[in-house]
Protein backbone atom coordinates (compact mmCIF):
# COMPACT_ATOMS: atom_id res chain seq x y z
CA UNK A 1 0.00 0.00 0.00
CA UNK A 2 1.88 3.52 -0.97
CA UNK A 3 2.17 5.97 1.82
CA UNK A 4 4.71 7.43 4.05
CA UNK A 5 5.22 4.34 7.28
CA UNK A 6 7.65 5.02 10.54
CA UNK A 7 10.75 3.12 10.20
CA UNK A 8 11.00 1.51 13.55
CA UNK A 9 7.15 0.07 13.54
CA UNK A 10 6.10 0.07 9.88
CA UNK A 11 3.11 2.00 11.18
CA UNK A 12 1.52 4.04 8.11
CA UNK A 13 1.61 7.37 9.34
CA UNK A 14 -2.10 9.56 8.87
CA UNK A 15 -2.64 10.96 5.22
CA UNK A 16 -4.17 14.71 6.25
CA UNK A 17 -4.57 15.77 3.05
CA UNK A 18 -4.03 15.20 -0.81
CA UNK A 19 -4.22 17.15 -3.96
CA UNK A 20 -3.62 15.47 -7.54
CA UNK A 21 -2.64 17.28 -10.65
CA UNK A 22 -2.61 15.22 -13.76
CA UNK A 23 -1.25 16.56 -17.63
CA UNK A 24 -1.47 14.21 -20.53
CA UNK A 25 0.46 14.80 -23.62
CA UNK A 26 0.01 12.47 -26.28
CA UNK A 27 1.74 9.23 -25.12
CA UNK A 28 3.68 10.91 -21.56
CA UNK A 29 1.02 11.59 -18.36
CA UNK A 30 2.90 13.69 -15.83
CA UNK A 31 1.21 13.25 -12.52
CA UNK A 32 1.97 15.42 -9.25
CA UNK A 33 0.97 14.91 -6.07
CA UNK A 34 0.73 17.13 -3.10
CA UNK A 35 0.39 14.85 -0.05
CA UNK A 36 0.55 15.81 3.45
CA UNK A 37 1.18 13.67 6.23
CA UNK A 38 0.65 14.18 10.22
CA UNK A 39 2.95 12.50 12.93
CA UNK A 40 0.85 11.61 15.75
CA UNK A 41 3.16 10.70 18.01
CA UNK A 42 5.14 13.39 20.49
CA UNK A 43 8.09 12.66 19.17
CA UNK A 44 9.66 12.90 15.73
CA UNK A 45 9.69 9.86 13.72
CA UNK A 46 11.84 8.48 10.95
CA UNK A 47 9.97 7.81 7.64
CA UNK A 48 9.97 5.89 4.58
CA UNK A 49 7.63 6.63 1.45
CA UNK A 50 6.38 3.77 -0.07
CA UNK A 51 4.83 4.02 -4.13
CA UNK A 52 4.92 1.19 -6.54
CA UNK A 53 5.15 1.75 -10.30
CA UNK A 54 4.80 -0.44 -12.92
CA UNK A 55 7.90 -1.82 -14.82
CA UNK A 56 7.57 0.94 -17.34
CA UNK A 57 6.47 3.75 -14.97
CA UNK A 58 9.68 6.55 -14.17
CA UNK A 59 9.65 8.93 -11.16
CA UNK A 60 11.17 12.16 -12.95
CA UNK A 61 11.54 14.00 -9.24
CA UNK A 62 10.63 14.09 -5.82
CA UNK A 63 10.69 16.81 -3.36
CA UNK A 64 9.51 16.27 0.55
CA UNK A 65 9.26 18.68 2.92
CA UNK A 66 9.87 17.76 6.64
CA UNK A 67 8.79 20.84 8.99
CA UNK A 68 11.70 23.44 7.41
CA UNK A 69 13.91 20.93 5.72
CA UNK A 70 13.31 20.34 1.86
CA UNK A 71 14.63 17.13 0.11
CA UNK A 72 14.68 16.94 -3.37
CA UNK A 73 16.08 14.77 -6.81
CA UNK A 74 15.50 15.16 -9.84
CA UNK A 75 16.54 12.09 -12.91
CA UNK A 76 18.46 13.59 -15.59
CA UNK A 77 17.60 10.58 -17.83
CA UNK A 78 16.54 6.91 -17.21
CA UNK A 79 20.09 5.30 -18.36
CA UNK A 80 21.67 7.48 -15.68
CA UNK A 81 19.03 6.55 -13.06
CA UNK A 82 19.90 2.97 -13.75
CA UNK A 83 23.21 3.44 -13.15
CA UNK A 84 22.75 4.90 -10.14
CA UNK A 85 21.01 1.44 -8.61
Known sequence: MPGLYA???WEALPLKSSKVK????????SIT??????NPHEEPV???F?????ESEVVAGFEAVVGSRR????VQNRHRA???C
Open 7 to 9: LSS
Open 22 to 29: ACANGYSL
Open 33 to 38: AHLVYT
Open 46 to 48: EGV
Open 50 to 54: IYPLE
Open 71 to 74: VTFQ
Open 82 to 84: QDC
